[in-house]
Every structure is written in structure tokens, then in C-alpha cells.
């Protein structure tokens, strides 16, 4: 495998989100790109990593899966700046990493053996779907984490709520006018936990997807062009509170 990036923030970016729920990960290339689907150790979470082989400048690869520590890969990978160009190899049991500015620097990551299992994203499908600006998602999701530890999705026909409840509340109301909705009445409680570390992707992301039912989990895209990163959680039970 050979690949190259003109602009390795935006993969940086991904990787230090990602190493916020997984410490390891398999890396999987093939002819359509790289990707990662990995679950978090408590089995509450997904996160789901596609880059499109039209994202790169340079890449050749067959199917391979490189097993990667990401807290080794996210602290080469911020060593890359504004102009930065890099070149990933695999080579047997590394993945040699050249950073290309004034200089060639030059860095190489033993390959691991990952434990989990491969998994498929699941194939869901959602009463209510919601498209929201990062921003005000960011915002409701902030201010639902001052009250509670856990906030409830609320979508019908022509609004969508985010609120959270305990001694204190706290709600964010949406209107058709303000988000895209498509949806029938969804009610589904989720852990804030989670959510904050998913809105960090906001920073990457032009628009936001809210697809969920009741008490159902929720998948979270985060979208721009050339890539996709999706978050799937599952939902808080009322007598875990």
C-alpha cells in the first residue's frame, strides 16, 4: 500500500476523534480507499471512517488490514502542518510514514495484532432524520451537559428538540425553519458522555445528520466532501437513570 495526502490535518483531525473511543484499530485499505469500523470497549458505541481513494493524490493498494496503536499514529500525524504533504507505506509489520515540508521527515509504526472482531455496520433504519448546522448542534448539545449526563432526542414532522433534565433543565427547540426534517414522533434518551466526544467532529463537518427512532441508537454523520465520519450509539434505558 502507497497513499498520499496533500492535506494530513483533516486525517489528523479524524484520528485524534477516533482514538477518544479506541486505543486500536484495523486500518483497512482496498480499492475504494481507506477505512476503519471499530466499537468502543463497553460495546456502546460505533465509529465508522471512510476517505475515498479520490481524496488522495497517490494510491495504490490492494485489500490490506494494518493493525494500528492510534495514540502512536494521532502524535505523528500532528507533527504536520499547513502544506504538509504525506506518504503512508506499509512495509511487512510497519507503517512508514513520510511528512514532506522544507524537510523529509520520516517515521515508522510497528504493526499490532487487534483483538476485536471484524464488524459490519449494522443496516438500521430511521423514523426521524434530521439535518442540523454544527454549530447549533454543538450548542444544544453543550448546554444539555451543564444539567445532566445523559439528553433526549425529541423529532416531529416540524420540530426537533435536544433537552436534558435533572435538578436543573435545559432544552433546545429547532423548527422546520431552522433544520431539515423528515420525520414521525421520535423520542430516545443517549449518554452525553458519548455525544461529547462525537461533536468534536463538528470541526471537520459542514452539516450534520440526527438519524434515530424511538429508543432506538442513533447515527451521527458528519459530512464533507471526501469524507465521511459516522457515529452510531445506543440508546440510555430510563431505569439506568
Request: net charge negative.
Amino acid at each position: 500500500m502507497k497513499a498520499k495526502l496533500t492535506n494530513p490535518k483533516l486525517l489528523s483531525d479524524v484520528i485524534s476523534i477516533i482514538s477518544e473511543l479506541v486505543t486500536e484499530v484495523k486500518i483497512k485499505f482496498d480499492d475504494d480507499g481507506m477505512g476503519i469500523v471499530a466499537i468502543d470497549p463497553a460495546n456502546v458505541a460505533m465509529v465508522v471512517f471512510k476517505l475515498p481513494k479520490e481524496s488522495f493524490t497517490e494510491y495504490e493498494a490492494s485489500k490490506e488490514v494494518l493493525g494500528v496503536n492510534l495514540d502512536n499514529l494521532k502524535a505523528v500525524l500532528r507533527r504536520t502542518k499547513a502544506g504538509s504533504n504525506l506518504i503512508m507505506e506499509s512495509h511487512e509489520n510497519v507503517l512508514k510514514l513520510d511528512i514532506l515540508d522544507k524537510i523529509k521527515r520520516s517515521f515508522s509504526l510497528a504493526l499490532i495484532e487487534v483483538e476485536s472482531e471484524d464488524k459490519d455496520v449494522p443496516a438500521l433504519e430511521f423514523l426521524s432524520q434530521i439535518q442540523i448546522t454544527p454549530v447549533d448542534f454543538v450548542d444544544a448539545i453543550e448546554d444539555c451537559l451543564i444539567v445532566s449526563d445523559s439528553c433526549t432526542f425529541i423529532a416531529e414532522p416540524d420540530k426537533f428538540i435536544i433537552a436534558a433534565s435533572g435538578l436543573n433543565s435545559a432544552k433546545a427547540e429547532f423548527s422546520s425553519d431552522e433544520v431539515k426534517i423528515i420525520s414521525g414522533s421520535s423520542k430516545a434518551k443517549y449518554s452525553l458522555e458519548y455525544l461529547q466526544k462525537f461533536v468534536k467532529a463538528s470541526k471537520i463537518s459542514d452539516k450534520i445528520f440526527v438519524n434515530f427512532s424511538s429508543d432506538h441508537p442513533v447515527k451521527l454523520e458528519f459530512k464533507r466532501d471526501n469524507l465521511d465520519l459516522s457515529f452510531i450509539l445506543a440508546p440510555r434505558v430510563e431505569n439506568e437513570d
